[in-house]
């Protein structure tokens, strides 16, 4: 039997798509004042894409499976898709159906080449993450600037490496990190969904949705508004506890032999007072034991007021 849950993501990803476009947008001539639904109605995107209405309306509704990749591109292109919406759109539209088989997923260890780039790139903060967004490793400028209060050795066990998505909306440090934690916020989710889309067979991470649906109502909203956005370079700006004030660029570099897995790096551009802060954060970085400790927090508070000494000279 085909999986019910997919038939309804490809409904209630349709519906959100055609509720942000308008019939003048669309070219259509709209009639009459009163519309009982935001953007476009479903014939109007039936005709649009050169599908039957009914046979629109059974897709949406999850009445009708196996739709051709010709049909989808049809819909993605009369709802004006991006790049990424149209994949994610037939993503979706394939595991609706088909059967899933709902495995226990494997242990991730990182890939070994993305780990070489990691020691490689020596005092630019970066991180492996995962396919659910967990941390399978990092430098220690990666945790001293995006999760210096956390345990640093956490990544070696499965069960207990930090999830940045799960960070991002429930852990109070995390957020109060980023300046613009709404920018941040949506950016995790609509990469959150293009995973989902693409892996809907993975129960841990339906597990990790699940789980940040009912700790977080903004979670909750953003999931439920079914954007899509692959998270590639942003720039963020950041309140960091022990160096201040900086903004980074954070890229993300997916592994070819493994592309569930990115390497996710944050530079600053020379010059800048932002890079000042990230010279100082290098002896922060070095300083922290694996566990973070009282010592460590002590030399932080000394770097933090030579990042500052720093930052003014550069003015």
């Known amino acids: 039997m085909a999986d019910q849950h997919g038939a309804g993501e490809l409904g209630a990803f349709l519906k959100a798509c055609r509720a942000r476009v308008s019939p003048e947008q669309a070219g259509l001539t709209p009639y009459g004042t009163t519309r009982r639904v935001p953007g476009l109605r479903r014939e109007e995107l039936a005709q649009l894409a050169g599908v039957s209405p009914s046979y629109y309306a059974r897709l949406e509704q999850g009445q009708s499976r196996h739709a051709s990749p010709q049909v989808i591109d049809a819909i993605a292109t009369a709802l004006e898709l991006s790049t990424a919406e149209r994949e994610h759109l037939h993503a979706v539209a394939a595991a609706s159906g088909r059967t899933r088989a709902h495995r226990a997923p494997a242990p991730e260890h990182a890939d070994p080449a993305l780990l070489e780039l990691l020691d490689a790139i020596g005092d630019v903060p970066a991180l492996v993450l995962g396919r659910r967004s967990d941390v399978l490793a990092w430098n220690p400028m990666g945790h001293a600037l995006l999760a210096g209060h956390l ?64 700790a977080s109502p903004e979670f909750q909203a953003l999931w439920a508004d079914q954007r899509v956005r692959p998270c590639a370079s942003a720039a963020y700006d950041l309140r960091h506890p022990q160096v201040g004030d900086l903004t980074v660029t954070q890229q993300t570099l997916r592994s070819i032999d493994r592309p569930d897995q990115t390497l996710v790096t944050c530079t600053a551009a020379p010059g800048t007072a932002s890079a000042a802060a990230l010279a100082v954060l290098v002896h922060v970085a070095y300083q922290q034991p694996a566990e973070y400790g009282a010592d460590a927090a002590h030399s932080a508070k000394g770097a933090s007021a030579a990042s500052a000494t720093h930052r003014r000279q550069l003015r």
């Open 151 to 214: 345990n640093r050795a956490s990544t070696a066990v499965p069960g207990r490496r930090p999830n940045m998505t799960e960070a991002v909306f429930t852990d109070p440090e995390t957020r109060a990190l980023y300046a613009d934690w709404p920018s941040k916020a949506r950016a995790v989710v609509g990469n959150l969904r293009l995973v989902a889309g693409a892996h809907p067979d993975d129960p841990a991470l339906a597990s990790l949705i699940g789980k940040l649906t009912m």
